[in-house]
């Protein structure tokens, strides 16, 4: 597809070795799109940006030849916009469905399907084989599509939702107009949980309404919330036969929740929804829905009321080919480590200020309890230039549990995938100053 | 805020010269956040550039002295993500409203609220005083939200929609869980049209039926399809005090809507959507929603489930600075002259080819009929590199009235802002080999 | 070279039309590689990064399998750096020539010798059949080239200079350690002007001394020093076989210049020396040589002691490419208007002041005389933010002639390829309030 | 300089944040300009960006409201050359002095002196407490510019070179046309070495033919070629009151040079070349000359003849601030450990192969003989696409000594400055398989 005649400019045994650089450097382009999978090693960033170049220069709006009589025809006012998208002015996604190929945008069309293809084979490498597509909007807005798809197919009209004080999820189903029917947390010991036999009450209430009920469930929270059960709440949706979608934000970075995951895919999962940022390092904005129902995900994305900016898709390819399988794995493990980091100072400073660290199961965060207002603690460390923790009173009634009070004031810390130790180390220390 | 100590380095005469034209340099910055309107004259991409990156040194990401340790913290695997987004990886919105400022992100919060501020002035400019949010979806799901907080505010819950062969506002409709109510098309001499007085019907009718149904009325289509009259809508709905909502997907790129929308905002107008590439040359994906009524606004910025890529509001930025007033009003002047063009070229085109061009009010688009088959002839057009044309089949069901029958197969050809005379003569051109 | 598998990523139509579209981009760029001619268009500046790009990658430091154990292997501190040379961080050159193909860069020395194809073929555009290169130094360095290299092949040892009162010629000769005989102007009415036969004396009296003097000639300068006889010089220097130069700095941008060097190449000229900067649109610091004596051309070349940074040099690639011929041939006829307009505006303001317009031939600056200090005139003009005018007092023993008076104290304005008529029409405003 | 008004964009607590942010991200920038010195740690690309951004932004073309009518206005034609000059179209230095301020362009200007005092801290903070400037010219150019000077200020004619097998201080004193003596190397056991007494007969022998000698000494070089005794040469230069000038092209990057230097310091160095790219990390194209000797670097300075491009100094300045002191010391730390590696495996190969490595004094580089032919080797090894080693013959008139034969056909292999231990593993092995 390009023929360069460099012959006589200089002479000819460098300009075999010229060509045999080139060459190996365009391969490492080309591989990508034989094989269509996440690469071992990452690629750096001249090859990245070379990659949507090329993809980017099949698109109308770059055809040198092209008329242009339309009134969508991505023309754009600056220079700064097509870099902005990547090159792809015409977004991704066709009135129809956003997955389809955009007649107008070749090249943007390719990279969704690349990008779809190379986050299944992540996923799978991860374990999980399943069918998967990059969203161009962030998880509140995946779990929206997916419950609409979950009406659409299956007529569900309420969804049955093991109560998380999680706002995006209840304001994706207050959005659709599906009406939401909360079931209430316990107390068992420090953790919060729902009971699957509370769920299954709930369903059947339902079905005995004549509704159509959905479950959503949640995987991953913050402590003192453990993860709902999934894999039961998959057997009792699978036995009821109605929809399941998982909320697994920050699912794949840990083993832990992964586990949870291919156990549940046994039985009723509809959908995955999992955030592009909190897991892939992009900046925010995309998201990622996967299942094993490769019908489901289809009417996921014909859900979708036309185009979309390409930015959030371009951002998770960059991030898959940018990391590559390897960087991801060692990432995971330094994740781990880190929480055993996380959970040993915490301990520490726990035991000197007469505190405790809540026995909760989480791979990814942690809580301590504190005396003081934690509402005020979470305000200092803000000052201090602390991002990511939260102070939750006890009495906050939407804060742990729906309504309910909870035994302890707290502060909850993550060591989520790509925190830094130093980051952990100066963050109790600070912690110990002012708790 | 920037004290650069340049003393002794150069003679102190050219110290203060290079001092001068710095500062008139960063003046140009400052102008844009102490007037907080549309320039009359663009800036170049090197100032738009410097404005950004500015304001994304704001937020948390970029702090030297951060520490981070939430699971959210805008981490990101390669610096071509951060270009991606225009320095602001942490996104819009905060979980609770698209609008609000999001804590870890000051830059980014600043950037979107004085986006807003310069999208009203330049509404304003265009003789609509209204307020204004730029929105990081495109139109379909612009109109998605409006509809649902329509619903939440006003309980509305069936959608009354003119037909016109649109499939991103019906799909919009069926992802939130509205009902639809088409209104059908009639035929006026050439022109199709949605009589008024068969949607107060509708209305009357799903009023009586004890629903609380909401207008969705079309400014800007193809012909043969006219505009609704939203003047007469927007004063039943005034009567009726029901919801009225405007797919003006590109209404602000010429005074034949621009008047329209004037008068129809005197009586019951909840909000209009427009394109932001349709209208303001940025890529796909962003959208503008304006309105007077600024609580309807914030209602919609409410519905938005969480947050949400960056990216298409910075294009709305960066389009709004890049151009500036003088050039828009430039380009709306020339559109209406490419308009007369076509029309020109074509009228020549039906004589030759004893085709007639079709009488129906409409400043962008224009028809000619044709006797080989349209849909062929769009197909040609493509393969001869023109992007824009569509063609229709007289019994395509849903492709000119709502399941009924149009007297003529016709190809539509768009003169919309931002088209070249050139290509407008050279589509002309081709037509005429190809009909 | 590029061979890309999207089979089954997106409809085979599509796929097809994407191909045609990437083909027909990166047809641009080969062909360049097959004409190695100014293009007639300017290409757009995506394109030329693209074939920047491809070229970079053909360097064994962007060779992903090289094993680098040198002392010179181009690792640089940060990425800026490979932006600011293009890609080509081994520079041009190698230690015995700098057009000759270096073996770690062949990618940078491709882009050399397609450098110089392009300017020969440009150069062959304006009329000037001769070889030529572009030398990563700017004007006086590569005056300083052609000298030593006279001094190498010819074993000149004087250089004859017909005074212009220009220190970089002066300094170039001084750095390479030849001495200068300086031959005196004389006044011709308002023209200064060196005459052709105390040219010859010189040159008789150098040889009669048994020196081997070269001869450097002044083509283009401010008014009112006229350009050389170069013709007639040209004669001379063939007729005594001395080595011949040509201080051409501004020369290929008027017609002017140029039929008088078509004119001389028929006679005695070794080189000529142009700016990149001033005809090329380039940042300064590159420059231009040529001659239709290939031989002497290859020994200025062998001259530079070492490799060089290759900005320059892609700089005048990048002009070349962007600007295209036909560009190129506008701002030539448009430089020619503007020198008009610029006559026009001086004359009405002489009249105005009683002052005059010297009556000097100069097709790019003209010269208005002045009652005023003009050093003080030109200190104002330069706070009033105008840059390129010069002050000359009557008396200044190096400003005009060579230790001589000038009738006149003046101020020189100019009209140089590229300038705008508003700020010409600006200048002799301004000049109206100063003067 | 910089007062930009959020007020009322953002809640105010926000605000302050995002300003406390954005300050401490410009006092990065506000530092450098204070301090003037090397920063301990390096900054992040991005603030380099913006400083070189702010700089360039008060040069005259520049300027927002600048009329430009000179010939040299630094117009461009492509927005890329911008980028590959970083900013400054003006170049660097007045036709006068490379380092004297240009009225065109402070900001440059400004950009240079702060390189050179930032190049001071930095040479300062490896013990060399002299003067210093960044060239915008290679190793050999800027040996050139040294010589010259030395030839105005002292009258130098002949410059005594004691022999090393390099063509750029050879090409770059045939270049400015001086003469050049050379002294001829003898062997001490394995190392090749200039005797200091032949260099003192040579200087006593011109001066009594009434020559004006100067003296080129060489620090750095490829074994088995030992460093000159340079500390014995400044003496007899100090003794004949002789200009000395060291070639040091990879000299700050081991402690074994940098104390030769401080000694030499001591008595007659008139400057010290360097190279930019082998010692601190730049593309190819800049270099550093250092002295005690203000005045005689003033002299070199005022040497060039014109302008030059400013990116071999800009690549410089980048260098400094993106490396910073810590990381600079840390990198000589890990070349001595490589050098180490390095000896140690071609002992080990040395062994296997019944050869042995050349026992010379060589901070950087190392010797192996070799039974093959050397040149054939390197030849092989190149295909084997590793860059850097040398292949040797015994007999190469210019390749060891001058005209005389060396005992050993010999590969030379380099562990210089930035050199990765996995690359000098895989050079020895594959090494084995060659050899």
Same mark, same amino acid.
């Given at each position: 597809m390009?023929?360069?005649?460099?012959?006589?400019?200089?002479p000819?045994n460098m300009e075999k070795?010229g060509e045999l650089?080139?060459?190996?450097n365009?391969?490492?382009i080309e591989e990508i799109f034989n094989?269509?999978?996440?690469p071992?090693?990452?690629? %750096?960033d001249?090859?990245?940006?070379?990659?949507?170049?090329i993809l980017?220069?099949?698109d109308?709006?770059?055809d040198?030849k092209?008329?242009q009589?339309?009134e969508?025809?991505?023309?754009?006012?600056?220079?700064i916009?097509?870099?902005?998208?990547?090159?792809f002015?015409?977004g991704i996604?066709r009135?129809?469905?956003?997955?389809?190929?955009q007649?107008?945008a070749?090249?943007?069309? +390719?990279m969704?399907?690349?990008t779809?293809?190379?986050?299944?084979?992540?996923?799978k490498?991860l374990g999980?084989?399943?069918?998967?597509i990059?969203?161009?909007?962030a998880?509140?807005?995946s779990?929206?599509?997916?419950l609409?798809?979950?009406?659409?197919?299956?007529?569900s009209?309420?969804?049955?939702?093991?109560?998380?004080s999680h706002?995006?999820?209840?304001?994706?189903?207050? *959005?659709i107009?599906?009406?939401?029917?909360?079931?209430?947390?316990?107390?068992y010991?420090?953790a919060v949980r729902?009971?699957?036999?509370?769920i299954?009450?709930?369903?059947?209430?339902e +079905?005995?309404?004549?509704?159509?009920?959905?479950?959503l !469930?949640?995987?991953? *929270?913050?402590?003192?919330?453990?993860? #709902?059960?999934?894999?039961?709440i998959?057997?009792?949706?699978?036995?009821?036969?109605?929809?399941h979608?998982i909320?697994?934000?920050?699912? +794949?970075?840990?083993n *832990?929740y992964?586990d949870k995951?291919k156990?549940?895919?046994k039985?009723?999962? #509809?959908?995955?929804v999992?955030?592009?940022?909190?897991?892939?390092?992009?900046p925010?904005g995309?998201?990622?829905?996967?299942?094993?129902d490769r019908?489901?995900?289809?009417?996921? !994305?014909?859900?979708y009321?036309?185009?979309?900016?390409?930015t959030?898709v371009v951002? +998770?390819l960059?991030?898959l080919?940018?990391?590559g399988?390897n960087?991801y794995?060692?990432l995971?493990?330094?994740?781990?480590e880190?929480k055993k980091?996380?959970?040993?100072?915490?301990n520490?400073?726990?035991?000197?200020?007469e505190e405790?660290v809540?026995?909760v199961?989480n791979?990814?965060?942690?809580?301590?309890?504190?005396k003081?207002?934690p @509402?005020d @603690?979470a305000?200092?460390?803000?000052?201090?230039?602390?991002t990511?923790?939260?102070?939750?009173r006890?009495?906050?009634k *939407?804060?742990t549990c729906y309504?309910?009070e909870?035994?302890y #004031?707290?502060i @909850?810390?993550n060591?989520?995938i790509g925190?830094?130790n130093e %980051?952990?180390?100066? @963050?109790v220390?600070k912690l110990e100053?002012v708790?």
């Open positions: 390009l023929d360069l005649n460099f012959t006589g400019l200089i000819s070795r650089t080139l060459k190996d365009l391969a490492i094989q269509r999978k996440i071992k090693e990452g690629l %750096d001249d090859k990245i940006k070379l990659l949507l170049k980017s220069l099949m109308t709006d770059k040198p092209v008329i009589i339309g969508r025809e991505a023309r754009i006012a600056s220079k916009q097509n870099e902005l998208v990547g090159g002015c015409h996604g009135s129809g469905n956003l997955i389809d190929a007649p107008k070749p090249g943007a069309s +390719i969704y399907a690349l779809n293809k190379i986050l299944e084979s992540f996923l490498n999980l084989k399943v069918n998967a990059a969203t161009p909007v998880t509140g807005m779990l929206a599509l997916c609409s798809a979950a009406r659409k197919k299956y007529h009209n309420v969804v049955i939702y093991p109560y998380a706002k995006s999820p209840i304001k994706a189903t207050s *959005f107009g599906m009406r939401m029917r909360l079931v209430e947390t316990k107390l010991g420090d729902v009971d699957v036999s509370d299954e009450d709930a369903i059947k209430k +079905i005995k309404e004549n509704n159509n009920p959905c479950v !469930s949640t995987l991953t *929270f913050f402590p003192p919330r453990e993860s #709902d059960d999934i894999v039961e998959s057997k009792i949706c699978e036995e009821f036969s109605i929809p979608i909320n697994g934000a920050y699912a +794949i970075q840990n *832990f992964i995951l156990k549940a895919f039985h009723r999962v #509809d959908a995955v999992s955030s592009s940022d909190k897991n892939l390092f992009t925010i995309g998201g990622i829905i996967y299942s094993r019908e489901f995900l289809r009417e996921v !994305s014909l859900c009321p036309g185009r979309a900016c390409a959030p951002n +998770i960059v991030s080919l940018s990391l399988m960087k794995l060692d995971m493990k330094k994740q781990k880190s980091l996380l959970d040993d100072l915490l520490e400073l726990a035991k000197k200020k405790k809540l026995n199961k791979p990814i965060s942690s809580c301590i309890t504190t003081k207002d @509402v @603690v305000a200092k460390l803000y000052n201090l230039r602390i990511g923790p939260r102070g939750i006890k009495n906050d *939407f804060g309504l309910g909870y035994p #004031d707290y @909850v810390v060591s989520a925190v830094k %980051d952990i180390m100066q @963050v220390e100053k708790l």
